[in-house]
């Protein structure tokens, strides 16, 4: 798995950024996200997809402190 | 010690609320105050490394104006002739800015940080830059273009970051208070290493016009300070509304000093029962414990519960940060990746392989899982504690990527674990400290309330700093 990701990722990276992998310990960045997709993987089913734009805001305003 | 030294050791040990009032009172000078500060950057920076540039001549000749005008009947505002320092990553009109960085080091922006200028018009004096993480990327204080920033209570050991400076110095009384920012914990984590006070708002609730950018979603400006007072005044002074950023809120700032009345009757603190504890240290826990039973003494009620959702809040906040600064630092990454260090590089080399699909998700999820949190949590608490940091404060060495320390890169993921999850869910969050370790380094824990809550999380840290000393403490200032 590691292996595999990090060539994964410094496809993705030179491909769609044109950034190459900047020296030997970002390879043990790139395999710390295996715990990422991991987590991804165990929230899948557990939240429905929300439309709205700008949901974080009016989340904030609806949840906020009310005062006397 | 002369006279003259221990004169201005007790002006360096005063608190920012202190220095305030004695400079209204015309008890000291903003001239005496600003030099006390100045002498205690000289005489500690060969060891603990907290500033980047200080500025003698004009914070002196600020002053001696400030000291005129009082004299002359005005005052500009509550921070009148008090000096502060701020991590350097906020933008002063043709003043360098390092950020941190090498690539920056020559940057001269046009313009002032909101928060700068809000507090300059207080009364303020800016005397100079304070030491931080590269672009505010990480959480222990290394600093490979600048030098390591250190704790003052122990050399070998971490200050935390990327707000390094600022709580260092912050502790060590050079400084009354500093401006530091939080994106995963980078005005906490410091306040917890160092045994200071600090405050991130509310997501919005404070202009980030001027502040050099790292994560638009996450990115937070606060103070760190010696008490909850000195945060309560700093934060008041810095939040609202500023057209120059438009996603600041536009909900008014309350009087936070007015809310410090030590009652905590019938407040209910929460717990959480998972995450937040999750392979903690035995003596971060014990401090934590008794710190609960300090406020369960002012008549606060514990309640023990879940925290919804903490799986995918974790998950989320891990890569929100990730991508957004990798988008930030591309153009760099691509020209001069050299130019970073190794961790930072490293760091960023990863988020250009988030799926979008991934960040979307995990940025459309804030609302709905703020929601749950409103009725699952804070319908049944006012506030929620949990340990700043879950493990006590590393050393430099051992959390030193550059140099290939062993399981460095995972002890960055646990230093930030706790902190990094409340920017995720935009709460107010403040970190006071509880305690030491057995090393003789500080122990933190932070409390969050509901959005806009900021007078209460504040009221509830005074409250506790009301009956504990812990935030009065001074390191032994090295050599």
Not at chain 1, 8 to 30: H, R
Not at chain 2, 87 to 112: E, H, L, Q, V, W
Not at chain 2, 160 to 165: D, V
Request: neutral net charge.
């Amino acid at each position: 798995m590691s292996t595999n990701i990090e060539r994964q990722v410094e496809e993705q990276a030179k491909v769609w950024s044109g950034v190459a992998p900047p020296n030997a310990a970002s390879g043990n960045f790139t395999r710390g996200l295996t715990e990422a997709i991991q987590g991804f993987e165990r929230t899948r089913g557990q939240l429905g997809f929300e439309d709205e734009p700008s949901s974080f805001e009016a989340a904030l305003q609806e949840t906020k402190e009310r005062t006397p | 010690m002369t006279a003259a030294r221990e004169r201005a050791s007790a002006l360096t040990r005063l608190t920012l609320v202190q220095a305030c009032e004695a400079v209204q009172r015309g008890e000291v000078t903003s001239v005496a105050l600003t030099e006390a500060a100045l002498d205690a950057f000289k005489a500690g920076d060969a060891t603990i490394n907290a500033s980047i540039a200080l500025d003698r001549e004009e914070a002196l000749e600020t002053a001696w104006g400030l000291d005129k005008l009082r004299k002359a009947g005005r005052q500009l505002g509550p921070l009148h002739g008090v000096p502060l320092a701020h991590k350097d990553m906020y933008y002063r009109a043709g003043k360098p800015c390092t950020c941190g960085s090498k690539i920056r080091r020559a940057f001269r922006p046009a313009y002032t940080a909101t928060a700068i200028k809000r507090l300059e018009d207080a009364g303020s004096i800016t005397i100079g830059s304070l030491n931080m993480a590269e672009f505010a990327q990480n959480p222990t204080g290394h600093n490979a273009h600048f030098g390591n920033c250190h704790n003052p209570w122990h050399l070998d050991y971490c200050p935390g970051g990327s707000s390094s400076g600022s709580g260092a110095a912050v502790a060590a009384r050079c400084i009354y208070g500093a401006l530091g920012s939080d994106t995963g914990g980078s005005i906490r984590l410091p306040a917890s290493m160092c045994g200071v006070t600090g405050i991130k708002g509310t997501q919005t609730r404070v202009s980030r016009y001027g502040a050099m950018p790292l994560s638009f979603s996450a990115d937070n400006v606060g103070p760190l300070a010696r008490t909850a007072r000195d945060c309560a005044r700093l934060l008041r002074t810095i939040g609202g509304h500023d057209p120059a950023d438009p996603t600041s809120s536009t909900e008014p700032v309350g009087d936070y000093e007015a809310a410090l009345d030590g009652d905590l009757r019938e407040l209910r603190i929460g717990v959480p029962t998972n995450f937040f504890f999750d392979g903690a240290d035995p003596e971060v826990q014990a401090a934590f414990e008794a710190a609960m039973k300090v406020l369960e003494s002012r008549g606060a009620r514990i309640l023990r519960l879940a925290i919804p959702h903490m799986d995918a809040v974790n998950t989320y906040a891990s890569i929100v940060s990730r991508v957004e600064s990798a988008t930030i630092h591309a153009q760099w990454m691509r020209e001069r990746p050299q130019d970073y260090s190794i961790q930072l590089s490293g760091r960023l080399y990863a988020g250009y392989a988030i799926p979008a699909v991934h960040y979307v998700e995990a940025l459309s999820r804030r609302g709905p899982i703020l929601r749950a949190l409103g009725s699952e949590v804070f319908g049944k608490v006012d506030v929620f504690a949990t340990p700043t940091i879950r493990m006590k404060v590393p050393t430099l060495a051992a959390t030193d990527i550059d140099a290939g320390a062993p399981g460095a890169i995972e002890a960055f993921g646990v230093i930030s674990a706790n902190t990094r999850a409340i920017n995720y869910m935009g709460l107010p969050s403040v970190s006071i400290p509880c305690g030491f370790d057995s090393d003789g380094l500080p122990i933190g824990f932070q409390i969050q309330g509901r959005p806009f809550a900021e007078a209460r999380v504040l009221k509830v840290a005074d409250a506790f700093q009301q009956d504990t000393d812990w935030h009065k403490r001074v390191p032994v200032r090295p050599g």
